[in-house]
């Protein structure tokens, strides 16, 4: 009896291990809308570990100007994905405008009441 008892903790101990011990091995982002699990743009090149940490640059010039954000999740050895973590960024404009140049005079003006004619 003692012996099957220490034989249940030891395998439990080892089970519970497995359930719990996780190893990140993917990771993925999108921008602005989920494409699927498992279909992001991948990044590359991530040390598997219980926790990475990685630089990496991601293309934005197909994106408009204006508000935007980058959704990353990760794949643990289990082949389970994480949830999404979202971070906003801002796309400027890039129109080129010469300050230097004096704006036009104004040539005319109206007013008008109540209606325009």
């Given at each position: 009896?003692?012996?099957?008892?220490?034989?249940?903790?030891?395998?439990?101990?080892?089970?519970?291990?497995?359930?719990?011990?996780?190893?990140?091995?993917?990771?993925?982002y999108?921008?602005?809308?989920?494409?699927?699990?498992?279909?992001?743009?991948?990044?590359?090149?991530i040390?598997?570990?219980?926790?990475?940490?990685?630089?990496?640059?991601?293309?934005?010039?197909?994106?408009?100007?204006?508000?935007?954000?980058i959704?990353?999740?990760?794949?643990?050895?289990?082949?389970?994905?994480?949830?999404?973590?979202?971070?906003?960024?801002?796309?400027?404009?890039?129109?080129?405008?010469?300050?230097?140049?004096?704006?036009?005079?104004?040539?005319?003006?109206?007013?008008?009441?109540?209606?325009?004619?």
């Amino acid at each position: 009896m003692k012996n099957k008892v220490l034989y249940m903790i030891v395998l439990w101990c080892f089970t519970a291990g497995q359930l719990f011990s996780q190893i990140i091995n993917r990771a993925e982002y999108f921008i602005d809308t989920d494409p699927g699990v498992g279909l992001g743009t991948a990044i590359t090149s991530i040390t598997p570990g219980d926790s990475i940490e990685k630089s990496f640059n991601f293309n934005v010039s197909s994106l408009d100007p204006g508000y935007h954000k980058i959704f990353i999740r990760v794949r643990d050895n289990h082949k389970k994905w994480s949830l999404v973590r979202g971070y906003k960024f801002y796309i400027y404009e890039d129109t080129y405008i010469d300050l230097t140049e004096p704006s036009p005079d104004i040539a005319c003006s109206e007013y008008l009441y109540d209606t325009d004619t």
